[in-house]
């Protein structure tokens, strides 16, 4: 059976499952077994995973999230989870490993609200999922936070003192002048202390009204940030003054409105006086490799 086949392979380190219809229940004891990953379909089954190297897991689930046990859930480092729509249950799953440093959640649609909970989380990815109401993150070693899905709420990121980058992809929404602002504003406050902040949003709906922006309050030490609108209202100039009278710390700027792109340099002139100068011979900086960017890439096929 399916135990007895791992067990013939004593040194195998990456087990990956692609079909577990006919597996209800599944056994891996390997010691030296390091990743699992499964696209698991039952309801009502159960996984248990016994090995002291353990160290990374991935799960897809097609409807209910199932019983995992792992024996040495302490040294699990590495989640990724799809497709869990329950809530509670995703919790469950996930605070069952308490030292994670990194932890994908993919294609949960069905989210309220969304607590995060790691001492030592490190990177977080939140790929195509709808959490109406609220993430909430208490996370204080995260480095990276990227998330891709419709418009929702952060809370606790301010308080994220090792927070570097920060990635938003907003899917299309419909979202008044009044709301997007106050978001953008909110969003601009509380990653301040992250060294770079990516703002994706893709809609039609949403606009950078330029004399709107100089009603936010100023926002000091945010340093790099990448703002993508896919409506053209305003012209390049118009918004890059309005960004860095509000944002006296800034010192490289991608702003991309409608299909253009555009690469600044934030400068000090003689008088004391910020100016955006834009980079032309060389107007690609080095970004952070993205976990979120790598994967909507496989998506589209890229």
């Given amino acids: 059976d399916f135990k007895d086949l791992i067990a013939a392979c004593p040194r195998i380190e990456k087990l990956r499952v692609l079909d577990t219809r006919e597996l209800h229940t599944i056994v891996v004891s390997n010691p030296h077994l390091k990743f699992f990953g499964g696209n698991l379909s039952c309801s009502n089954g159960k996984i248990r995973i016994e090995s002291a190297e353990f160290d990374s897991l991935e799960f897809s689930f097609t409807k209910y999230v199932c019983k995992v046990e792992i024996t040495s859930a302490t040294t699990v480092r590495e989640l990724t989870v799809g497709n ?10 996930i605070n069952k490993f308490p030292l994670l440093e990194k932890l994908i959640i993919h294609d949960c649609s069905r989210l309220q609200n969304l607590h995060i909970s790691q001492p030592n989380l490190a990177s977080l990815v939140l790929m195509d999922c709808t959490v109406v109401q609220l ?3 208490t996370t204080p ?3 990276s936070l990227e998330y891709k899905g419709q ?3 952060f809370e606790g990121i301010e308080d994220l003192e090792e927070l570097e980058f920060v990635l938003l992809y907003l899917e299309p929404v419909d979202m008044d002048t009044y709301w997007w602002y106050k978001w953008i504003r909110d969003i601009l406050k509380s990653c301040a202390r992250s060294k770079h902040l990516s703002v994706i949003c893709n809609s039609q709906k949403v606009i950078i009204i330029p004399e709107y922006l100089k009603h936010l309050v100023s926002i000091t030490d945010m340093e790099h940030l990448e703002l993508e609108i896919k409506t053209l209202d305003a012209t390049f100039k118009e918004v890059t003054d309005e960004l860095i009278s509000i944002l006296p710390d800034l010192k490289t700027l991608s702003l991309t409105l409608g299909s253009t792109t555009k690469y600044f340099q934030i400068r000090i002139d003689e008088d004391g006086d910020l100016s955006a100068e834009e980079e032309v011979h060389n107007p690609k900086p080095n970004r952070r490799v993205s976990i979120l960017r790598s994967m909507i890439s496989k998506q589209i096929g890229e």
Wanted: charged fraction near 20%.
């Fill in 84 to 93: 869990a729509n329950n809530q509670e249950a995703l919790m469950h799953l």
């Fill in 135 to 137: 993430i909430r993150l």
């Fill in 141 to 143: 070693k995260l480095k």
């Fill in 151 to 153: 418009h929702t709420n």
